[in-house]
């Protein structure tokens, strides 16, 4: 059965249109909250965590107040990072934790990511259940008066954070005469970011750190790392650094400006770690991953498997497997050994961990040729014109064309009304020629 509300990555969608409203946060609250209570705690706790969308003050009252209404006592945490909200949910052996956030996308979008007691997203399978109940009778779910949760704000998410990634570094690891610049996308690092990077003795050069409600993700952040690359130029730094919305996604520069995205990042640790015999089983990417990076691996003699698209999905492999590195082309990048969800500021600082010791951002990247890659996202009004004849045949016929010479993806988007058309090849006109057959076929 296909899943109604949850996509590749929880809830989304477009403020006040569709299920992004107080009246089913209300609803997603008390069903996550019913779903999540165990009788066997004397105390149930639910902990909310969120970027700087203004939509957030809408959002959190109504989600919160379903939770409440479920029995959940819950603390809020304000704006922190996704798998800040991840750690501090295991760390507080709390029941679930819900981050209020769209990622990546415009400020006008917003959504949440449901993590259990473990630190982990959720399932498939928890998903649809916990759908179950938000169809159900509100009335059946909602606890006695005296029964009701209690609400907490907790204003140290973000040091509680901080503390727990540092421990995962030696205690004389230092920045000390690097020159970073951090893009924290006006999102919900925008201030542990700096901070820990000034706390390890960097000259930082924040930017993206001005959050207004209605300016996350616009012209900065890890989908425009141009800005990093000018910045980077300007300030005559070591490495550039940006973030998404939630900071679970990273992209760099290195000090020659150029891009380093999540599939060279993911190249340049296996590598390491493989080295230092800290590599576990192999490396988990996606559909989406560079051909180039999986040749890579087969010269490295690295496993590596594709999974779907989506960093649950990746972390699902991973954890199937026992592998303890795993991540996606946007930067979503899944440290096994550390985390159990994406966390650009932790990728970030395994790599200047690195770069301490006196290597250049430029000579540790770059360690694959990566296959040109073409990518274009078309919106449609009903994603499931991907299963017509039309478009099946438009696919069939355009890998028949590219067969031998490249690889074509098609996908659905999880999040969004749009169609991915994904093709690579080192013969451009090629890809460019099979991406327009599909293309035709969706109009």
Known sequence: MKKKYFGTDGIRGTVNIGNINGEKFFKFGLAAGTYFKNLKRKKQIAIIAKDTRLSGYTLEPALVSGLASAGMHIYTLG??????????????RANMGIMITASHNPYFDNGLKLFGPD????????????????????????????????????EDGNERYLKIIRKNFPNKFNLKNMRIVVDCANGAGYKS?????????????AIGINPNGLNINKKCGSTHP?????????????IGIALDGDADRVIMCDEKSS????????????????EKKILKGGVIG???SNYGLQKFFLNKKIKFFRSKVGDRYVKEMMKKKNFNL??????????????TTGDGLLVALEILFLLSKGYKASEIFNVYHSVPQKLINLRVNDKKIINSTKCKNA??????????????????????????IMCESFNLNLSDKCINIVKKSLR
Do not use: C, Y
């Open 79 to 92: 704006p922190l990072p996704t798998n800040g909200l991840a750690m501090l949910t295991k760390q507080m």
């Open 119 to 154: 630190g982990l997203k959720l399932s498939d399978k928890i998903e649809k259940k916990i759908e179950k109940i938000i169809d159900s009778k509100t009335f059946n779910h909602l606890s006695k008066s005296e029964e009701l949760g209690r609400v907490k704000r907790l």
């Open 193 to 205: 970011a700096p901070k820990i990077l000034r706390d390890l003795g960097a000259k930082v050069f």
């Open 226 to 238: 141009e800005i990093i690359q000018k910045n980077v130029k300007k300030f005559n730094a070591h």
């Open 259 to 274: 891009i380093i995205d999540g599939d060279q990042i993911i190249a340049m640790i296996a590598k390491r770690w493989k």
């Open 286 to 288: 996606t559909l989406m």
């Open 326 to 339: 795993g991540g996606e082309q946007s930067g979503h990048i899944i440290l096994g050994k550390f985390a």
């Open 395 to 420: 696919i069939k016929k355009a890998n028949l064309l590219i067969r031998n010479k490249g690889r074509l993806l098609v996908r659905a988007s999880g999040t969004e009304p749009k169609i991915r």
